[in-house]
Nanobody, 121 residues
Framework: QLQASGGGLVQPGGSLRLSCVVSGFTLDYYAIGWFRQAPGKQREAVSC????????YYADSVKGRFTISSDDTKNTVYMQMNSLKPEDTAVYYCTAAAVFCTVGPLEVDYWGQGTLVTVSS
């Protein structure tokens, strides 16, 4: 099970931190990531972290602004989002894929519920 939280309304340039609490399986064997879907757009991969091969992934649109990290003691993955832009507005989904990060929604094994991020003045 993946429990996402941390969304909300923020002004452009602001920051938010999303959290994904993972239960039922270990971060050792699943890559945890975030997808987002804006109104009228396709779901897209935003970031991912894999302990198996010690890699992280970021979409080009968020590189340098978003940072993904994990706290193994809490089985929780975080995504710090800085310098937010209106185009970051979307529902963000926490995801789990076996072993390696994936950018394809069809390759995701588990989806959490979404958390809405709205960037607006």
């Amino acid at each position: 099970q993946l429990q996402a939280s941390g969304g909300g309304l923020v002004q452009p340039g602001g920051s938010l931190r999303l959290s994904c609490v993972v239960s039922g399986f270990t971060l050792d064997y699943y890559a945890i990531g975030w997808f987002r879907q804006a109104p009228g757009k396709q779901r897209e991969a935003v970031s991912c972290i894999s302990k198996s091969d010690r890699t992280t992934y970021y979409a080009d649109s968020v590189k340098g602004r978003f940072t993904i990290s994990s706290d193994d003691t809490k089985n929780t993955v975080y995504m710090q989002m800085n310098s937010l832009k209106p185009e970051d507005t979307a529902v963000y989904y926490c995801t789990a894929a076996a072993v390696f990060c994936t950018v394809g929604p069809l390759e995701v094994d588990y989806w959490g519920q979404g958390t809405l991020v709205t960037v607006s003045s």
